[in-house]
């Protein structure tokens, strides 16, 4: 984030963040999974509360700073690009003010 405000300060310099969100059960899991190889906080492996506020927190803590420093963002969730991914690329081509090519798809043609 610190790297975000530098940047938001340089004069001619115009940030859009594209904020992908992955989903709290998908959080839970790799994070519950992370946890039972450290051994060092095996004990929050079976606390899903606990799983969720860090992903609650994390993510509002984002979201203020985007807010806060008046930094333009788009969030959409990770399945959502993934499920229903010419819906999701439209939005973000709308937000980023750029047309929509069907290419954008197809990873053999990036540019």
């Known amino acids: 984030m610190r790297h975000l405000n530098r940047i938001k300060n340089i004069d001619q310099i115009s940030i859009q963040v594209i904020y992908i969100i992955k989903d709290v059960r998908a959080f839970s899991v790799s994070q519950i999974d992370s946890l039972k190889r450290s051994k060092i906080f095996r004990w929050l492996t079976d606390n899903k509360y606990a799983q969720f506020l860090k992903w609650y927190i994390s993510n509002k803590k984002l979201q203020l700073f ?29 937000f980023l003010i750029i047309d929509y ?10 540019k």
């Open 101 to 110: 090519e069907p290419s954008m798809k197809l990873l053999n043609s990036t």
């Open 66 to 94: 985007f807010n806060n420093h008046s930094i333009d963002y788009f969030q959409i969730g990770y399945e959502e690009l993934c499920l229903n991914t010419t819906a999701a690329l439209k939005a973000i081509c709308k």
